[in-house]
């Protein structure tokens, strides 16, 4: 079955530690999104790639960083300069072209919690 | 700026109709989604509207206005399983690849 996860999906670190949350997808899809959500609210993109070895800001990148090496694979590094890391993080993707598919697909999550 | 305005909490009876706004202001405008997320879990989409009018599916319906920068989600004949936060999201340009931007979402609760 295609579709996207994301690894772990609790995941507790000490403040001041880098942590890297997982996202692999086999859809075949071109971009691929992270996004954070508070208890209770909406999400907020962190970054956005819509191919391979491309990648744009957010609205909330500061304190984050990612990679795009691979289609499969759009891994977050949520750094020590994140003042507020504990959160909700989702992955999510979709296929790329004009006018085209209008839904994104989300993985099923990973709760941060930094101690 | 960049916004999208929807209430925060929405009550109805189970068997009921219930109605979700939204209004946008955003830098481009390529067309209104709807996405439902339960509690812990991952939103999973339900409509899209790019032009003007009523989209239908299942008990679902979205609504988009663009001259009013204005949407809605309407739902029928509510069930108990329908209790979720409801997203409407814009996408900001013209490839599916494109920027999307969500609402705060809207708490649904359902009564018996």
């Known amino acids: 079955d295609g579709g996207i996860t994301q690894s772990p999906k609790y995941l507790f670190r000490k403040e001041g530690q880098n942590v890297t949350l997982s996202c692999e997808q086999n859809?075949?899809?071109?971009?691929m999104y992270w996004y954070r959500q508070d208890p209770g609210q909406g999400l907020r993109l962190i970054y956005y790639?819509?191919?391979?070895?491309?990648?744009q800001k957010g609205d909330i990148a500061e304190g984050y960083s990612v990679s795009r090496e691979k289609k499969e694979s759009f891994p977050l590094t949520v750094t020590s300069a994140q003042k507020n890391p504990t959160a909700f993080y989702l992955c999510?993707?979709?296929?790329?072209?004009?006018?085209?598919?209008?839904?994104?697909?989300f993985g099923p999550g990973t709760r941060l919690t930094v101690l | 700026g960049q916004s999208l305005e929807q209430p925060s909490e929405v009550t109805a009876v189970e068997g009921a109709i219930v109605q979700i706004n939204c209004t946008y202001q955003t830098s481009g405008f390529y067309g209104l989604s709807w996405y439902q997320q339960h509690d812990g879990g991952a939103p999973t989409f339900l409509s899209y509207?790019?032009?003007?009018g009523l989209e239908e599916t299942g008990r679902f319906s979205s609504f988009l206005s663009r001259s009013d920068s204005y949407g809605y989600l309407l739902l029928q004949e509510l069930q108990m399983k329908d209790s979720a936060s409801y997203f409407c999201?814009?996408?900001?340009?013209?490839?599916?690849?494109?920027?999307?931007?969500f609402g705060s979402g809207t708490r649904l609760s359902i009564r018996p």
């Open positions: 999510a993707s979709t296929s790329a072209g004009a006018g085209g598919p209008r839904e994104q697909f």
């Open positions: 790639s819509q191919i391979v070895n491309d990648f």
């Open positions: 999201a814009v996408r900001e340009g013209y490839s599916s690849a494109s920027k999307i931007i």
């Open positions: 509207n790019a032009l003007d």
């Open positions: 859809l075949n899809h071109d971009a």
